[in-house]
């Protein structure tokens, strides 16, 4: 199981707590664990991603083991811990302003 953990707006959304549990089938890779967040939660589509270009939406960062994923390719493996359940995925919504 994947642990991630999304931003309250996306939790709101979604219907769910701050952190959710996934079945990701291996290889564990960015694009593999928003796939199935999105499967599972169809109302996030979009959301995270871009429909056509599945490109990670501007006000969004992801980050695994203290890493900041963010400009990673989607199919970057993450971390073992993180394929291992032992530490979670995290989906940040970044804070804009001036």
């Given at each position: 199981?994947?642990?991630?953990?999304?931003?309250?707006?996306?939790?709101?959304?979604?219907?769910?707590?701050?952190?959710?549990?996934?079945?990701v089938?291996?290889?564990v890779?960015?694009?593999?664990?928003?796939?199935?967040?999105e499967?599972?939660?169809?109302?996030?589509?979009?959301?995270i991603?871009?429909?056509?270009?599945?490109?990670?939406?501007?006000?969004?960062?992801?980050?695994?083991?203290?890493e900041?994923?963010?400009?990673?390719?989607p199919?970057?493996?993450?971390?073992?811990a993180?394929?291992a359940?032992?530490?979670?995925?995290?989906?940040?919504?970044?804070?804009?302003?001036?």
């Amino acid at each position: 199981m994947i642990r991630v953990v999304i931003p309250h707006h996306l939790r709101n959304l979604a219907g769910v707590g701050a952190e959710v549990s996934l079945d990701v089938e291996e290889p564990v890779t960015l694009r593999s664990v928003l796939d199935a967040l999105e499967a599972r939660y169809p109302v996030l589509r979009g959301t995270i991603r871009d429909h056509v270009t599945q490109e990670r939406r501007p006000f969004l960062r992801f980050f695994a083991c203290m890493e900041d994923l963010s400009h990673e390719p989607p199919d970057t493996p993450l971390p073992d811990a993180v394929a291992a359940g032992t530490e979670p995925f995290y989906i940040i919504g970044a804070i804009a302003g001036g």
